[in-house]
C-alpha cells in the first residue's frame, strides 16, 4: 500500500496570504488528523477529521480550517498568515479513530516572510 | 507544567549501550504512543500501549497507567538509531511531549 502523501513538501507565502495543503491517506483509511510542528511549541495537534466530519479540534484559532472529502482526502487551510504559522504541518491517518496506529505524511514545510 | 513530560532531552551514547526515555503524563488517557522522528521531519510510530509491555526487535516499550509513567527501552544501541524521540498520550486527542533527542556515536 501506498504511504500518506502531503502535497505541497515546500512552501513560501507572504503575509497575509492563504495557504491549502493536501493530504492522502492510506487507502482504506478513514481518519485523517492535522498537526503543526515548531521548534518553540513542538507538536500541537490541530484536528482530525473522520467520513467527511470534524471529530476533535486543537486550541488554534479560527484561520486554521480543514475539510474531508468522501474519498478520506483531507485539506488544511490557513487564512491571513502570520509570521508564527511558520512550521512543519503534518497529517496522519488511521483505519478508524487516532485510537488506532496513526501512519504519518513526511510533511509541508511552510515558511512565512 | 506540560501534561506530557519527557527526560531525558537529549541523550548521548555509544554504540551497544541500553538506552532508556521516560515519559510521564498528568490526565487520564486511553493509550500512549511512541514515535520517531528522524531529521527532514518523517515520523514514525514505533508503538501504541494501553497496558503491559510491548517489544519490537530491539525496542521494548512498557506502560504503568497507576503511575502515568511510560519507558522505552533500546537493546544495543546503534548508530542508526539516533532521532528525536516522541510520547504521545491520547486524551480526546494527541498530547505531545517535546522529544528526547538521541545520538549514538560508533
Known amino acids: 500500500k501506498a504511504g500518506v502523501t502531503q502535497t505541497p513538501r515546500y512552501l513560501i507565502k507572504t503575509r497575509g496570504q492563504q495557504v491549502t495543503l493536501s493530504c492522502s491517506p492510506i487507502s482504506g483509511h478513514r481518519s485523517v488528523s492535522w498537526y503543526q510542528q515548531t521548534p518553540g511549541q513542538g507538536l500541537q495537534f490541530l484536528f482530525e477529521?473522520?467520513?467527511?466530519?470534524?471529530?476533535n479540534k486543537g486550541n488554534f484559532p479560527g484561520r486554521f480550517s480543514g475539510r474531508q472529502f468522501s474519498n478520506s482526502r483531507s485539506e488544511m487551510n490557513v487564512s491571513t498568515l502570520e509570521l508564527g504559522d511558520s512550521a512543519l504541518y503534518l497529517c496522519?491517518?488511521?483505519?478508524?479513530?487516532?485510537?488506532?496506529?496513526?501512519?504519518f505524511g513526511p510533511g509541508t514545510r511552510l515558511t512565512v516572510l | 507544567k506540560n501534561e506530557v513530560e519527557q527526560s531525558p532531552q537529549n541523550l548521548t551514547a555509544q554504540e551497544g549501550e541500553f538506552i532508556t526515555i521516560n515519559c510521564s503524563y498528568s490526565v487520564g488517557i486511553s493509550a500512549l504512543h511512541w514515535l520517531q522522528q528522524h531529521p527532514g521531519g518523517g515520523i514514525v510510530s514505533l508503538f501504541m500501549l494501553s497496558s503491559g509491555k510491548k517489544k519490537h526487535g530491539r525496542l521494548i516499550a512498557t506502560i504503568n497507567i497507576q503511575e502515568k509513567h511510560s519507558s522505552l527501552h533500546i537493546t544495543a544501541s546503534h548508530p542508526r538509531d539516533s532521532a528525536v524521540y516522541i510520547c504521545?498520550?491520547?486524551?480526546?486527542?494527541?498530547?505531545f511531549g517535546t522529544g528526547t533527542r538521541l545520538q549514538v556515536f560508533p
Open positions: 496522519a491517518s488511521s483505519e478508524g479513530s487516532t485510537y488506532n496506529e496513526q501512519f
Open positions: 477529521y473522520f467520513s467527511e466530519t470534524q471529530r
Open positions: 504521545a498520550v491520547h486524551t480526546d486527542k494527541l498530547i
